[in-house]
């Protein structure tokens, strides 16, 4: 006999005879945030407070396909709280659709940085020839509101920018992915509407990161891709949908490493590949995330306070794959650097 059971939110099976897996890192109850649907929670410690910056999803008439044309959104809040165990304030709408001049539809998930006595929401949206560009909008408080700069960052393409500043002051922005957010389209360096995927056995696309500018509104250098390599040295090939990069990359640095954590997409896990380079070439880890309830897993990586976090999302609520919960988890380190998996 099998009984199903509902576990923070997500469904899984156990057995009477044999007792369900417990997470490594005990995952926080009940989602972080409630009240709107949120999802591509991106977390960042500013002015010692926690703040996340997710998508926000809503119901849509868009009929669901591989395109994403589900994820139909239209604006951002910003979250804040001073503990991941209590409610966040929501700070209302940062930026909306009907402010960003050269954007169309689908506002998906952002990041923040801070720079130069400013903050940055970096963004993508489909322009109106209907091709995922990345845009850039600043405000001088971590809340916002936002203003976007007219047009999107020269040279951007796809979705899911991730903004990393170094210790050295250095930015980057990491970005890219697969089907909906067009990345196999970009291979010949301009947008080819015909472009696919490459073929089981060749290496697998990685995502994009080029060096920001000193007032971060720009590309200094040509976007690059970044290589992921398996244990053996080899760049993973496309067939291997466990490891390779789908979308939702997120780099962090802990103890001079550099973290690469990404969606493997069809696979639904949250992986991990680590370099002493910010633009690798990064190795493959192993996993930080198993599968949770809905089909796309989208996260960030946080230290706060003395403690490391996991923010993502899942379905489990609403059971629609588009309306989403933004949930947390602590994440636990290994003595060799490795990433606990967090198991649900």
């Given at each position: 006999m099998r009984i199903l059971v509902l576990a923070?939110?997500?469904?899984a099976l156990c057995s009477v005879a044999v007792s369900c897996r417990s997470s490594r890192s005990k995952t926080i109850p009940g989602p972080f945030i409630s009240g709107l649907y949120s999802a591509d929670p991106s977390a960042h410690v500013f002015n010692g407070r926690l703040y996340v910056y997710p998508s926000h999803d809503r119901k849509s008439d868009a009929r669901p396909d591989n395109?994403?044309?589900q994820y139909d959104m239209v604006d951002y809040h910003v979250y804040s709280t001073d503990s991941v165990y209590t409610a966040p304030t929501d700070h209302g709408v940062a930026l909306a659709l009907e402010?960003?001049?050269w954007a169309s539809k689908q506002l998906w998930a952002p990041d923040a940085a801070h720079k130069n006595g400013l903050y940055y929401l970096f963004f993508p949206a489909r322009d109106k020839e209907n091709i995922f560009r990345i845009g850039v909008a600043t405000?001088?408080?971590p809340e916002g509101p936002f203003t976007a700069e007219p047009n999107p960052i020269a040279g951007s393409f796809s979705m899911d920018p991730c903004s990393f500043v170094d210790d050295d002051g250095k930015a980057y922005l990491?970005?890219?992915g697969l089907w909906g957010g067009q990345l196999e389209k970009w291979q010949t360096g301009s947008f080819d509407p015909s472009g696919?995927?490459?073929?089981?056995?060749?290496p697998a696309l990685g995502p994009r990161v080029a060096r920001l500018s000193e007032d971060m509104l720009s590309f200094e250098s040509e976007a690059l891709e970044v290589q992921i390599l398996d244990e053996q040295g080899t760049p993973v090939v496309a067939g291997n949908n466990r490891v390779r990069f789908f979308e939702g990359a997120w780099v962090h640095k802990r103890k001079g490493v550099y973290y690469l954590s990404y969606s493997?997409?069809?696979t639904h896990l949250l992986a991990y590949a680590?370099?002493?380079?910010?633009?690798?070439?990064?190795t493959y880890r192993g996993v930080v995330l198993e599968p949770v309830a809905g089909w796309t897993t989208h996260h960030s990586i946080v230290e706060f306070r003395g403690k490391w976090y996991l923010f993502y999302h899942d379905a489990a609520e609403s059971k629609i794959d588009y309306l989403r919960n933004v949930r947390a988890a602590p994440l636990e380190y290994g003595k060799d650097g490795s990433i606990k998996t967090v198991q649900r």
């Amino acid at each position: 006999m099998r009984i199903l059971v509902l576990a923070f939110g997500v469904l899984a099976l156990c057995s009477v005879a044999v007792s369900c897996r417990s997470s490594r890192s005990k995952t926080i109850p009940g989602p972080f945030i409630s009240g709107l649907y949120s999802a591509d929670p991106s977390a960042h410690v500013f002015n010692g407070r926690l703040y996340v910056y997710p998508s926000h999803d809503r119901k849509s008439d868009a009929r669901p396909d591989n395109d994403g044309s589900q994820y139909d959104m239209v604006d951002y809040h910003v979250y804040s709280t001073d503990s991941v165990y209590t409610a966040p304030t929501d700070h209302g709408v940062a930026l909306a659709l009907e402010d960003v001049p050269w954007a169309s539809k689908q506002l998906w998930a952002p990041d923040a940085a801070h720079k130069n006595g400013l903050y940055y929401l970096f963004f993508p949206a489909r322009d109106k020839e209907n091709i995922f560009r990345i845009g850039v909008a600043t405000s001088k408080n971590p809340e916002g509101p936002f203003t976007a700069e007219p047009n999107p960052i020269a040279g951007s393409f796809s979705m899911d920018p991730c903004s990393f500043v170094d210790d050295d002051g250095k930015a980057y922005l990491y970005f890219g992915g697969l089907w909906g957010g067009q990345l196999e389209k970009w291979q010949t360096g301009s947008f080819d509407p015909s472009g696919r995927e490459p073929g089981r056995l060749s290496p697998a696309l990685g995502p994009r990161v080029a060096r920001l500018s000193e007032d971060m509104l720009s590309f200094e250098s040509e976007a690059l891709e970044v290589q992921i390599l398996d244990e053996q040295g080899t760049p993973v090939v496309a067939g291997n949908n466990r490891v390779r990069f789908f979308e939702g990359a997120w780099v962090h640095k802990r103890k001079g490493v550099y973290y690469l954590s990404y969606s493997t997409g069809d696979t639904h896990l949250l992986a991990y590949a680590t370099s002493d380079n910010p633009l690798g070439p990064f190795t493959y880890r192993g996993v930080v995330l198993e599968p949770v309830a809905g089909w796309t897993t989208h996260h960030s990586i946080v230290e706060f306070r003395g403690k490391w976090y996991l923010f993502y999302h899942d379905a489990a609520e609403s059971k629609i794959d588009y309306l989403r919960n933004v949930r947390a988890a602590p994440l636990e380190y290994g003595k060799d650097g490795s990433i606990k998996t967090v198991q649900r």
